[in-house]
């Protein structure tokens, strides 16, 4: 499996730098400007990484962090600000995600209105009761 692409897309008024790292050690891999996009390259094979956005020039960390579960769920993560505490948060958009639009509800091919929240009949999904070695016994006579 190739490489997984994510953009990090910083909508703050702030400057961001984005750390890579794991147990502890980190690694400076950029450093996001207002209005900029950086894009974050991951081998899914790797090692688990972690990655932590810190507002300069104070040095704060900007909670919570993103791992690289993350970056292979996502396509872009949003830096954004936020009116409640804290101040500066992240979002992630998934991958196969449509920009938010009106949302039309879906009609049948002969123009009927269908129940959006009616699925596929689909068979029980319970697994059947485990049978002991004395059921089993007792069933072959």
């Known amino acids: ?10 909508t703050t008024s702030i400057n961001v730098k984005i750390q890579e790292g794991n147990a502890g050690l980190f690694v400076t891999r950029a450093t996001l400007f207002p209005n900029k996009t950086f894009s974050l390259e991951l081998d899914p094979n790797a ?3 972690e990655y932590v956005l810190i507002r300069l020039p104070d040095n704060t960390p ?3 962090m993103f791992s690289s579960d993350d970056v292979a769920e ?3 993560i949003v830096i954004k600000e936020q009116a409640g505490e804290p101040k500066y948060c992240w979002e992630g958009i998934y991958r196969g995600q449509k920009p938010e639009s009106p949302k039309e509800s879906p ?3 002969n123009g009927d209105e269908r129940n959006p929240s009616a699925g596929p009949a689909v068979a029980d999904s319970t ?7 004395f059921q089993k016994l007792r069933n072959l006579f």
């Open 47 to 49: 090692t688990y990484r």
């Open 127 to 133: 697994p059947a009761p485990h049978i002991g070695w």
């Open 1 to 10: 499996m190739g490489k997984v692409t994510v953009k990090v897309r910083n």
């Open 107 to 109: 009609k049948h091919p």
């Open 62 to 64: 900007l909670q919570p």
């Open 74 to 76: 996502y396509k872009e």
